[in-house]
C-alpha cells in the first residue's frame, strides 16, 4: 500500500514562488497517476494540477497555468508542484493524491477518481 506525504508549504509574499513535494512510502509512486488539490479556508477541495505515471503529460486548473509546474521525480519516488507569481487568493491547504486502483498512464482532475490521500500542506500569499 503506498502511502503519501506532502511537505514545503510555507508563508510567503505575493509574487513569490514556493515548492512543494510529494514523497511516497510503500511502494513507487511512478506506478501511479498523482494530483495536487487545494482547500480555501470556507470551500470546497479543488483540483489544481495532475500528471500520468510515465510524467509524459499534465493538466492544470486554468487558474494556474503558466505559473504552476507539476513534475515527477521517479529516482526520488516524489511529485513536485513548483509554484510561481503566487497570489493570495492560492492561500490554501494543498493536497497530494495517486490513484493507485485500476490505474492507467492518463491524468485524473475529479477527487473521486483518487483513493490516496495525504495529510495537507499549508500555503500563505500574504498580499
Known amino acids: 500500500q503506498v502511502h503519501v506525504v506532502e511537505s514545503g508549504g510555507g508563508l510567503v509574499q505575493a509574487g513569490g514562488s514556493l515548492r512543494l513535494s510529494c514523497a511516497a512510502s510503500?511502494?513507487?509512486?511512478?506506478?501511479?497517476?498523482t494530483g495536487w488539490f487545494r482547500q480555501a479556508p470556507g470551500k470546497e477541495r479543488e483540483f489544481v494540477a495532475a500528471i500520468n505515471w510515465s510524467g509524459s503529460r499534465s493538466y492544470y486548473t486554468d487558474s494556474v497555468k503558466g505559473r504552476f509546474t507539476i513534475s515527477k521525480d521517479n529516482a526520488k519516488n516524489t511529485v513536485a508542484l513548483q509554484m510561481n507569481s503566487l497570489k493570495p487568493e492560492d492561500t490554501a491547504v494543498y493536497y497530494c493524491?495517486?490513484?493507485?486502483?485500476?490505474?492507467?498512464?492518463?491524468?485524473?482532475?475529479?477527487?473521486?477518481?483518487?483513493?490516496?490521500w495525504g495529510q495537507g500542506t499549508q500555503v500563505t500569499v500574504s498580499s
Open positions: 510503500g511502494r513507487a509512486i511512478n506506478g501511479y497517476p
Open positions: 493524491a495517486a490513484k493507485t486502483t485500476n490505474p492507467i498512464n492518463n491524468y485524473y482532475a475529479k477527487i473521486v477518481d483518487y483513493d490516496t
